[in-house]
């Protein structure tokens, strides 16, 4: 969304070009697999090191329970961490180059500069609450050090807080005004 948005503002010559259905495809195809490789790495460990024993054992579902040495959930917050600051760089620098076209773009006209830069800052801010996810893995297997009932509290207050809370926006109740509002923005 921010690429986008950068291109837009920045390049609106060639937005038509840059952003059409099929390099959409391409770029989520490719997010798609650059976020599952260490899932797969993963998997792969724990299906090679588990013992047999351990497809028997009655225990809750959760991802700290594929780990079995103390380097996988290291890597696991490391490669989390990451994804974390290059998405935050992106971020960053496509936001700061839209804020500056639009500075240049409004000239004299303070008004509208201030109006523009605040809607620029106010979606950069809502992109850096959605990374937020980012950080759970690397809190909930601090939790799980400690106390497993602090994990469970933890790990549900995230699911209700950040997880509940982004799919509620997705919910559509007025498709029109869904519309309008967003020719509008």
Same mark, same amino acid.
């Given at each position: 969304?921010?690429?986008?948005?950068?291109?837009?503002? &920045?390049?609106? =010559?060639?937005?038509?070009? =840059? &952003?059409?259905?099929?390099?959409?495809? +391409? %770029?989520?195809?490719?997010?798609?697999?650059?976020?599952?490789?260490?899932?797969?790495?993963?998997?792969?460990?724990?299906?090679?090191?588990?013992?047999?024993?351990?497809?028997?054992? $009655?225990?809750? &579902?959760?991802?700290?329970?594929?780990?079995?040495?103390?380097?996988?959930? +290291?890597?696991?917050?490391?490669?989390?961490?990451?994804?974390?600051?290059?998405?935050?760089?992106?971020?960053?620098?496509?936001?700061?180059?839209?804020?500056?076209?639009?500075?240049?773009?409004?000239?004299? #006209?303070?008004? $509208?500069?201030?109006?523009?830069?605040?809607?620029?800052?106010? +979606?950069?801010?809502?992109?850096?609450? %959605?990374?937020?996810?980012?950080? &759970?893995?690397?809190?909930?297997?601090?939790?799980?050090?400690? #106390?497993?009932?602090?994990?469970?509290?933890?790990?549900?207050?995230?699911?209700?807080?950040?997880?509940?809370? #982004?799919?509620? +926006?997705?919910?559509?109740? #007025?498709?029109?005004?869904?519309?309008?509002?967003?020719?509008?923005?």
């Amino acid at each position: 969304m921010a690429l986008e948005r950068f291109v837009a503002i &920045c390049m609106p =010559l060639r937005h038509g070009e =840059l &952003c059409s259905t099929r390099s959409a495809l +391409h %770029c989520v195809l490719i997010i798609h697999g650059i976020s599952a490789l260490p899932d797969v790495v993963f998997l792969s460990i724990f299906f090679v090191s588990a013992s047999h024993s351990y497809y028997t054992q $009655s225990s809750e &579902c959760s991802v700290e329970k594929f780990i079995l040495h103390t380097w996988q959930g +290291h890597l696991r917050s490391a490669i989390s961490q990451f994804y974390f600051l290059i998405m935050v760089i992106i971020i960053m620098f496509s936001y700061f180059k839209i804020m500056k076209v639009a500075r240049a773009a409004s000239g004299q #006209n303070r008004k $509208s500069t201030w109006k523009g830069l605040r809607t620029v800052v106010l +979606h950069g801010f809502q992109l850096l609450l %959605c990374l937020f996810l980012l950080w &759970c893995p690397l809190i909930e297997a601090a939790m799980l050090q400690i #106390n497993l009932m602090l994990y469970i509290n933890v790990r549900f207050w995230m699911y209700k807080c950040i997880v509940q809370h #982004n799919t509620s +926006h997705m919910k559509v109740k #007025n498709p029109q005004r869904t519309v309008t509002a967003s020719l509008l923005d």
